[in-house]
């Protein structure tokens, strides 16, 4: 471990939403690596707070209670503290060890995840902000009560906001402290209609549903490997959720909160509609339509590199994994806009898509890491492959 990354011992836990991890880390460097949403002041709220559209703040009465309590003999909270980390920001070994650390993209800056942004706080952030002091950091003084003050934490990787959605809901149900008039509405607006929810549908849809979709057991819920399933999912959902929403919404939080309000989201015209064409299937309700689209875009890509596509386990092979993908879905809108012209809404043929891939001159052997990068620079060189501003004679040659 160096000073940029916390290494904890977990054991994998396998449950019906799939496999996350349990195990401990000192208070201090949980301060450390958690949203800065735990120091807030109250009126802010946090993003899966906004998701729901609800607001719960600091209530500074609790966390003075619980730092009085951190000053007694037998202080102790047995329950673990609920964290949501973005898989760019984890890795798993073998010998049971979870190393966090912050994500750079040079590329992307806006991408970038920072040391203090590598947890979010799903639940207990009362108890965090017990350790904190005014400065906004790990509150020394504690020190002489107990030193290293360890907490037990429930570590879900790569999961997207209409999980974390659901797992904020579901846990504060078990809690009594909290309003259980509000947890009941929890649970009612988690299944409220939204642009994440529909995307989290479609990934579920078309990696477990039907057989025959290019994207079959191809996408790990929560960042980590399917129970039961022997094959390696080269996609996360999380990955599959944020690259379809921007197809759909400039702003799904604002989506969201109208659909929660009892109102619909305005239909898009003209250049807002180019730029997110599947808005108005959206908003009239057609989601098997926006599925069928990835369905018949997918299996598009497989027909034409079908080796490729099919040797998962091929090492270096980068069509069927993240940076592959999500250049992908940047050339679907302009595939889509290309087929469709003016009648944005029909869906697009398997031949229709493959005539607009025919002038992507790459063969199956083309798709490795030596000519794409890992990280966010591969991505942009294989988009800009398939928009025809690079070839792959230029990609080999850089």
């Known amino acids: 471990m160096d000073a940029n990354s916390v290494d904890l011992k977990v054991i994998k836990v396998s449950q019906p939403i799939g496999d996350f991890f349990i195990g401990t880390i000192k208070a201090r460097d949980l301060i450390k690596i958690s949203y800065a949403d735990v120091r807030r002041i109250e009126g802010e709220e946090r993003e899966v707070e906004r998701y729901l559209g609800i607001q719960r703040p600091l209530d500074k009465t609790r966390v003075y209670k619980i ?22 920001c984890a890795e798993f070994d073998d010998g049971g060890t979870l190393t966090l650390k912050p994500y750079e993209s040079a590329e992307y800056p806006e991408e970038s995840i920072s040391f203090d942004k590598v947890a979010k706080v799903l639940d207990g952030q009362h108890r965090i902000a017990g350790f904190i002091n005014e400065a906004g950091n790990y509150d020394e003084t504690l020190n002489q009560f107990f030193p290293d003050f360890q907490l037990n934490v429930v570590v879900f990787i790569g999961i997207d906001l209409d999980e974390q959605a659901n797992i904020f809901a579901t846990v504060n149900l078990a809690q009594t402290k909290v309003s259980r008039s509000l947890v009941y509405d929890l649970e009612e607006l988690s299944k409220t209609r939204s642009p994440f929810r529909t995307c989290h549908q479609i990934a579920v849809a078309l990696d477990s549903v ?162 794409f990068k890992p990280g966010s620079g591969g991505e942009s060189a294989f988009y800009k492959l398939l928009v025809g501003e690079k070839t792959i004679h230029d990609l080999k040659n850089e």
Request: glycine residues 4%; hydrophobic residues 40%.
């Open 210 to 371: 039907d057989k025959k979709s290019p994207l079959y057991h191809r996408i790990k819920r929560l960042g980590v490997k399917t129970k039961d399933r022997t094959k390696p999912e080269p996609l996360t959902q999380a990955v599959f959720v944020e690259s379809l929403i921007k197809l759909i919404s400039p702003d799904p939080f604002v989506d969201r909160n109208l659909y929660m309000k009892g109102k619909k989201p305005a239909y898009f015209s003209n250049s807002e509609l180019r730029k997110h064409p599947f808005r108005n299937m959206f908003i009239s309700e057609q989601d098997n339509e926006i599925a069928l689209i990835l369905f018949n875009y997918f299996t598009s890509i497989q027909d034409k590199w079908p080796t490729a596509w099919k040797d998962i386990n091929r090492q270096g092979n980068i069509l069927p994994r993240s940076n592959a993908f999500k250049a992908f879905m940047r050339y679907l809108r302009i595939a889509y806009l290309t087929i469709v012209g003016q009648n944005v809404g029909i869906v697009p043929t398997v031949e229709q898509f493959k005539e607009i891939l025919d002038s992507v001159k790459v063969t199956d052997t083309d798709f490795t890491t030596g000519n």
């Open 67 to 88: 730092r009085r309590y951190l000053e007694s003999v037998d202080a102790a909270f047995p329950t673990g503290i609920v964290l949501a980390i973005d898989q760019n």
